[in-house]
Structure formats: structure tokens, C-alpha cells
């Protein structure tokens, strides 16, 4: 049985260690007790609801259940923290992604149909996935994988092998070049 009062003097290390060799998720639950206002608080910090940021918090929590890593850690409150604040990530995508698809459709419900607007965002899916392969594929992957596939940098370093700095640069030197990449092609539009 877990002790409370020993508990609070154990490390996170020696708290992943006891639940590693003991494979008890108890030993987990206290470490991640000890997160709980830390993880609560970056989560109305990005999802600005804090009923929001409590479901997240269990989503993380789950997510450490079924998928924490098999190698030590040295700074599991670190580690934790950027899952955290990639989970707000992904369901800040996922709802921005949400509403504007409802966007779209109350649009076309409407009927106020521009042919001249469909006519322009045509353009610019064909000139962004043109310029998607002029990107290095390091940057073309991640940015797919990112953007179209809604994976957070974890599941990209996980799928292709990646280190987190490496997810992070693909991501923006890819975004800053497909800007690049699409202004000179509406440029030469004009």
C-alpha cells in the first residue's frame, strides 16, 4: 500500500523507479499528483476554461498511463509540462479547425456562393501543395503530419524518429518558407 507520508520525500526518479520495477500504477498516481495544479493551471492558461483544462488534465493523465517512456528520465515536471502544453495545442487546433469548417458550411448553406472566391482559394490549395514540394522533406513531412494530419510534436518524434528540436525547426524554417513560396507565386499571378 502506498504510503502518503514517505511519498513526499521521494523524487520523481525514485517515484518512476518504484513504479517501473513494481509495475504499480499507484507509485505513478502519486507522481502525477503532485502535477496536478502545475498541469491545471497551464491548461487555462492555453484553453482559457477551466472545466476545459480539468478533461485535459485527465487526457494527460491517461496519455502518462498508456505511453510513458521506458528510459530514465532527468526531468519528468519537464517533460510533463510540454505534454501538457502540446495537448492545449492540439485541441486549440482541432476547435479552430472545427470552426472554421462550420464557417464554410453556414456559408454555403447561405448560398452566397462567390465563384470568384472559390475560384481563389482553388488557386491557393493548388499553389500551397505545389509549394509543399519545394520544402526539404524533413519540413514537408512535419508540416503535413502537423497541420493536415493534426499530430502534436510528440507523435511525429515518435512516427518518424525526430527529436523535438528537430519537429520544431521542420516546422517553422517549413512555415516561413511556404510563406515565402506563396507570395512570390501570387506575385507573379498578378
Known amino acids: 500500500m502506498v504510503n502518503k507520508a514517505t511519498n513526499i520525500n521521494l523524487s520523481d526518479e525514485e517515484l518512476l523507479k518504484l513504479h517501473r520495477s513494481a509495475a504499480d500504477s499507484r507509485w505513478l498516481g502519486v507522481l502525477l499528483e503532485r502535477y496536478t495544479v502545475l498541469l491545471l493551471g497551464v491548461g ?3 484553453l482559457k476554461d477551466k472545466d476545459e483544462a480539468a478533461d485535459a488534465v485527465q ?3 491517461l496519455k502518462v498511463l498508456t505511453s510513458l517512456p521506458e528510459e530514465e528520465m532527468q526531468n519528468f515536471k519537464g517533460w510533463l509540462y510540454i505534454l501538457m502544453r502540446n495537448h492545449c495545442y492540439q ?21 452566397d456562393v462567390d465563384i470568384k472566391e472559390l475560384y481563389e482559394l482553388e488557386l491557393t490549395i ?5 509549394s509543399l514540394t519545394e520544402l526539404d522533406e524533413g519540413q514537408q513531412v512535419c508540416i503535413k503530419l502537423f497541420y493536415l494530419h493534426k499530430m502534436t510534436y510528440q507523435q511525429i518524434m515518435e512516427q518518424k524518429g525526430f527529436s523535438f528540436m528537430q519537429v520544431k525547426s521542420h516546422i517553422q524554417n517549413g512555415k516561413r518558407k511556404l510563406k515565402k513560396l506563396l507570395l512570390e507565386k501570387r506575385q507573379n499571378r498578378k
Do not use: P, T
Open 91 to 111: 485541441l486549440l487546433r482541432n476547435k479552430k479547425h472545427n470552426q472554421g469548417e462550420a464557417a464554410i458550411e453556414n456559408h454555403s448553406a447561405s448560398g
Open 59 to 61: 487526457q494527460v493523465f
Open 44 to 46: 487555462i492558461k492555453y
Open 126 to 130: 493548388d499553389e500551397l501543395n505545389e
